[in-house]
């Protein structure tokens, strides 16, 4: 059976779990599928060091996180991203209104109102959720305790404020929550701004567009009696002018609304029913020209913007029992979703013109169906064996409305697409079998195999003509979608290890992955000037096509405890992606052999810590679209806290302690044109650098 179990955290304020086990406002990674850990720590709420909560996974094993903006930080786990993980919040699988991939699920909840990020290690069950080809990771939102006994009364909370040095930077939260045995309600609000982030923060140099403005909200109500429970959930999220540097626009805002239905029924002796119901709609606005200096190709500007809306909603019905030695789970899950997309420009087609208006439908009416029934049996099988198998059958169904365009260079591109079927439809079965053996009290090993699939996004499908909707590639490349697209087939294989003493632990995992019918961009006959290009421009604009893929590698955590005040943890991660037909070549967007190493040392309420971030070069890179090679890094952080009394606390670090100049692989490449620069050393086409030395302070007071 799978274990749950909070991986070590490098935080803002390294807060011991061991001291706050029963304090819900603690931030807590739970990694599903690895082994014991003694005297494990926590993410303590008030962190100025994570501002969505993408940035906890840079300390989940295998995962990391694509970054194009401050608050775009897209998941990757071993190589994967995009929509090829599953993301919930709250159960609630969560649409993107911005085709870029601006507003990425994690993005909608700020770390300060998250109580638990779930992370699957490895194959991801079937029962995790609908397209797990990349793994399944799970946000649930603070929402308090019921009281555990007649007539009494509990209350909970937070607040929490903290600063930040490299981008003057700063955020307030609050949390509360009052309960009785059968009634409860929570409420919970954030605020987060800041400037442009310094990347030399002895030179003040800047790296612009960064700033960021968000607002949080969070409430709900639960009820529960004799087995039954019943909750309403909202959420929202505001995010106003916030920067996106990878990415042709900059978001000038998000709104957000989301709603959940949750009820559960103990049915007793081992059945039990659960049920989760959302709806969202979201708003996007886009432009080139509030945050950043728009370009001018014809010596007058080419004013931009990108109106963008998703309405959906979904489901999750599951019933669990009791069956031979182990519990059997079925379920039907399922969500629709309609996206529209619409693009304005303002610009001069030739010098000495009068500037145009310009319209075009970037994506109109599409739709995306997703039905699924699944069967899921855990059980032990043999002494010390036990097994994980499960079956999901899902069928997809997407389609479009015909586009439109005043653009004259674009409208053979709408004739074609206008005059071709839109509607797709894609089934297929997903297969897991894990083993599991204990060999000692101290010593584990798990075995998996799966067969995964995945069904081509609206983007891969559905762009019309040469753009940058890619969902978030920002490789500052042209793409056409591809009708005739098929869906991704994974054959995955794990072979893992836990080791665990009362001392000690070792966790490591290696991972192949052949995938058939990858997704990924190829170049086509059609030429256009683009920002990346391995030559000179024009060059081929890349046309999504179906590929094979192999992607391996391993990922490992360790620690030991040397005393009751000090410990040391660790991690290690390598991908490898490599394309197997056709040309030979490197898959993209993958990061490079990386490791975490922490020295914590905690005692009567003061806690500090020192870590270490490696990431080696990068030579392995994607030639297909001219991906750049990055050089190796460092970085030190220095942290501390001291909690003055019960659940008030006091914090304060270092992050990049040298001030190194450093390119993450990852984050992507700069789009503002030099106006925008200003001087900062920050030209288009270069990775865009990370933040430089940053100090911090942070207060929270817990009850």
């Not at 109580?115 to 649930?140: H, N």
């Not at 304005?344 to 029934?373: C, I, K, L, W």
């Not at 020192?610 to 990055?630: D, F, H, M, P, R």
Request: charged share 20%; proline share 4%; with cysteine.
């Amino acid at each position: 059976m799978k274990t749950k179990l909070n991986i070590v955290v490098v935080t803002a304020l390294a807060l011991p779990i061991t001291g706050y086990a029963e304090t819900e406002q603690l931030t807590t990674i739970v990694v599903e599928g690895s082994g014991s850990r003694p005297g494990t720590f926590a993410l303590a709420t008030d962190s100025s060091g994570f501002k969505d909560t993408a940035a906890l996974l840079e300390r989940v094993p295998g995962a990391n996180v694509n970054r194009n903006g401050p608050l775009t930080g897209i998941p990757q786990y071993r190589g994967m991203f995009g929509n090829r993980v599953n993301v919930e919040i709250d159960g609630a699988n969560i649409k993107e209104a911005g085709p870029n991939s601006m507003d990425t699920a994690l993005s909608h909840i700020p770390a300060v109102l998250t109580e638990s990020l779930t992370v699957y290690r490895g194959i991801a069950p079937v029962s995790s959720g609908i397209d797990t080809i990349g793994g399944t990771m799970k946000v649930k939102t603070k929402k308090g305790h019921f009281a555990e006994a007649e007539d009494d009364i509990v209350s909970e909370g937070a607040v929490s404020s903290g600063f930040s040095s490299v981008d003057k930077g700063y955020f307030v939260s609050g949390f509360t929550s009052l309960a009785n045995e059968n009634h409860k309600l929570h409420v919970g609000v954030s605020k987060e701004e800041g400037n442009d982030y310094r990347y030399k923060e002895r030179e003040g140099k800047k790296v612009i567009p960064t700033e960021y403005d968000r607002r949080g909200l969070i409430a709900g109500y639960s009820y529960q009696r004799n087995g039954h429970e019943l909750s309403f959930n909202y959420t929202d999220n505001d995010t106003r002018n916030t920067g996106s540097p990878a990415l042709p626009m900059d978001i000038v805002y998000i709104k957000s609304h989301i709603y959940n239905l949750d009820y559960n029924w103990d049915l007793g002796q081992g059945y039990e029913l659960k049920t989760k119901f959302f709806y969202q709609n979201s708003d996007h606005l886009m432009d080139n020209n509030t945050l950043r200096v728009p370009s001018k190709p014809n010596g007058s500007d080419r004013l931009m913007d990108n109106t963008t809306n998703v309405q959906g909603g979904g489901w999750d019905i599951a019933l669990s029992m009791p069956l031979l030695s182990g519990d059997f789970t079925t379920g039907f899950t399922g969500d629709t979703s309609r996206h529209k997309s619409n693009i304005h420009m303002n610009a001069a087609m030739a010098p000495g013109a009068m500037p145009m208006d310009m319209y075009t439908q970037n994506f109109n009416d599409v739709e995306r169906s997703r039905y699924s029934f699944f069967g899921e049996w855990k059980g032990e099988v043999a002494n010390k064996l036990n097994a994980e198998l499960g079956a999901r059958l899902t069928y997809t169904n997407s389609d479009a409305g015909d586009v439109s365009t005043t653009m004259m260079p674009l409208k053979p591109f709408a004739n074609d697409f206008n005059s071709k079927g839109h509607n797709k439809d894609f089934v297929d079965v997903d297969l897991t079998a894990i083993l599991r053996y204990v060999m000692r009290d101290d010593l584990d090993f798990e075995l998996g195999f799966a067969r995964k699939n995945r069904a081509p996004s609206y983007q891969e499908l559905y762009l019309w003509s040469p753009a940058e909707a890619t969902s978030g590639l920002a490789d500052g490349r042209s793409y056409l979608g591809n009708l005739e697209l098929d869906m991704e087939h994974a054959y995955q294989f794990e072979f893992g290890m836990d080791w665990h003493t009362d001392e000690a632990y070792l966790a490591p995992r290696a991972f192949v992955h052949y995938v058939n019918d990858y997704i990924q961009g190829t170049p086509s006959s059609v030429m256009r000037t683009q920002t990346s290009c391995p030559t000179s421009n024009p060059c081929p604009v890349l046309q999504f096509e179906n590929i094979e893929a192999l992607l391996y590698g391993i990922d490992l955590e360790l620690g030991y405890i040397f005393t009751d005040w000090v410990r040391f943890d660790a991690g290690l991660n390598y991908v490898g992606g490599n394309r197997l037909d056709g040309p030979e070549g490197n898959l993209y967007r993958i990061a490079p052999l990386n490791g975490r190493m922490q020295l914590t040392f905690n005692y009567s309420g003061f806690t500090t810590s020192i870590e270490g971030i490696l990431y080696a070069e990068q030579k392995n890179v994607a030639s297909y679209n001219n991906e750049q090679s990055t050089p190796g890094y460092e970085i030190m952080n220095l942290r501390a806290s001291y909690e003055a009394f019960d659940g008030f606390t006091f914090g304060t670090g270092i992050e990049n302690v040298l001030d190194s100049t450093n390119l993450n692989h990852l984050g992507g490449y700069y789009r503002p044109n030099a106006a925008t620069d200003a001087g900062n050393g920050v030209t288009t086409g270069d990775r865009i650098p990370m933040q430089g030395r940053n100090y911090y302070a942070t207060v929270s007071y817990q009850w």
